[in-house]
């Protein structure tokens, strides 16, 4: 795999905002999520909870029309995440406060009818003072879950210590670039449901016949090294999105800020995450992704630094094009919104 190929716009005062302890403490299990994969055309039904609930595989069979074997033999086997994708941050109560983490994610997974499991293993630097740490070898997890007949992906990551939390995270199976990817999207809490998190999303990617794992010729000790400071235009990045940058929101949600509707303007986008802030009364911030396929998640984050997350789908395309994020809970208590694209445009990349 093309060692260059990570990229990530400039990071916003990488230095300005620091919880990892010795080891990266609870970044960890932010990574475990982050082994996910990309993807592009191959539009699958999205996955939600309806319940509220994180998703499970229970529910992902049950809510896509029962388990298949149709996946089977494309999961069973190595994935890795692909270098485009080794962009992810952990994020302050204020998104404006965020660190810069490139990390590596290795799998193997085993699958009958549908529901998988499988080892990963993880390496991760962060970046700071203007340079990335050395690499650092986490704890083995292991990922499980269902993956429905239209591809909508239930994944629950477990970590082999009793440190780190079980995580969650959902995707969709997508074909792209010759390979098949998982594309999922997450973030991690590290402090009990509050800030700070990790927001992450990436393209776990089945390995082809005889192809290494990124980074595993040199011991994992260029991971950052292969993250530079320029957008992409990789098509695993979400290059067709960077028109978010500077684009102003309205956002109405059924549980968030009392169902009002809420203004919000998104001020920087980077490979396919976002960052922003209310522009209204109510004061909170907002992060998050779009994968190539326009899956979108977010993140809200109050002024009493409570997190609130959505998954969804972005439509429209382009600035002044109506765009629309159609969303529901990704956990917590059942809810649905929906944030429309209004006039105005400032701002850029990075």
């Known amino acids: 795999m093309n060692r260059t190929d990570a990229r990530r716009a400039n990071p916003s005062s990488p230095n300005k905002v620091r919880w990892f302890g010795a080891g990266l403490g609870l970044t960890v299990a932010a990574l475990f999520i982050g082994g996910t994969t990309a993807g592009a055309a191959a539009a699958v039904t999205p996955h939600s909870s309806g319940s509220g609930a994180h998703h499970s595989p229970a529910t992902a069979h049950s809510?896509?029309?029962?388990?298949?074997?149709?996946?089977?033999?494309?999961?069973?086997?190595?994935?890795?995440?692909?270098?485009?994708?080794?962009?992810?941050?952990?994020?302050?109560?204020?998104?404006?406060?965020?660190?810069?983490?490139?990390?590596e994610n290795y799998y193997v997974f085993t699958i009958h009818n549908g529901t998988y499991t499988g080892n990963t293993q993880s390496y991760t630097q962060e970046y700071v003072n203007g340079s990335w740490t050395p690499p650092v070898a986490l704890p083995a997890a292991v990922m499980s879950g269902s993956i429905s007949p239209a591809g909508a992906i239930s994944m629950t990551i477990t970590p082999d210590s009793s440190?780190?939390?079980?995580?969650?995270?959902?995707?969709?199976?997508?074909?792209?670039?010759?390979?098949?990817?998982?594309?999922?999207?997450?973030?991690?809490?590290?402090?009990?449901?509050?800030?700070?998190?990790?927001?992450?999303?990436?393209?776990?990617?089945?390995l082809l016949p005889g192809q290494a794992v990124l980074g595993s010729a040199d011991g994992y000790t260029t991971i950052g090294n292969m993250t530079n400071m320029s957008q992409s235009a990789n098509p695993l990045d979400s290059p067709?999105?960077?028109?978010?940058?500077?684009?102003?929101?309205?956002?109405?949600?059924?549980?968030?800020?009392?169902?009002?509707?809420?203004?919000?303007?998104?001020?920087?986008?980077?490979?396919?995450?976002?960052?922003?802030?209310?522009?209204?009364?109510?004061?909170?911030?907002?992060?998050?992704?779009?994968?190539?396929?326009?899956?979108?998640?977010?993140?809200?984050?109050?002024?009493?630094?409570?997190?609130?997350?959505?998954?969804?789908?972005?439509?429209?395309?382009?600035?002044?094009?109506?765009?629309?994020?159609?969303?529901?809970?990704?956990?917590?208590?059942?809810?649905?919104?929906?944030?429309?694209?209004?006039?105005?445009?400032?701002g850029g990349l990075g």
């Open 63 to 103: 809510s896509q029309g029962g388990s298949s074997s149709k996946w089977d033999s494309i999961v069973a086997g190595e994935w890795d995440v692909p270098a485009a994708n080794l962009e992810s941050y952990e994020v302050g109560a204020d998104s404006s406060q965020r660190i810069l983490v490139a990390f």
């Open 163 to 206: 440190k780190y939390g079980v995580s969650y995270a959902s995707g969709h199976m997508i074909f792209i670039g010759g390979q098949w990817r998982m594309t999922m999207q997450t973030d991690l809490s590290l402090n009990h449901g509050g800030t700070p998190y990790i927001v992450q999303w990436a393209n776990m990617t089945k």
């Open 240 to 346: 067709q999105y960077a028109w978010l940058a500077g684009t102003n929101w309205t956002e109405r949600d059924s549980l968030f800020e009392g169902g009002k509707a809420e203004p919000f303007k998104i001020t920087c986008f980077s490979n396919g995450t976002f960052f922003g802030a209310s522009t209204g009364t109510d004061k909170f911030w907002v992060s998050g992704n779009v994968a190539p396929n326009g899956s979108v998640f977010l993140v809200f984050t109050t002024a009493d630094r409570t997190i609130v997350e959505r998954s969804g789908w972005l439509t429209g395309q382009g600035v002044g094009r109506g765009a629309k994020m159609a969303f529901s809970s990704f956990s917590g208590a059942a809810a649905y919104g929906v944030a429309s694209q209004t006039p105005g445009r400032t």
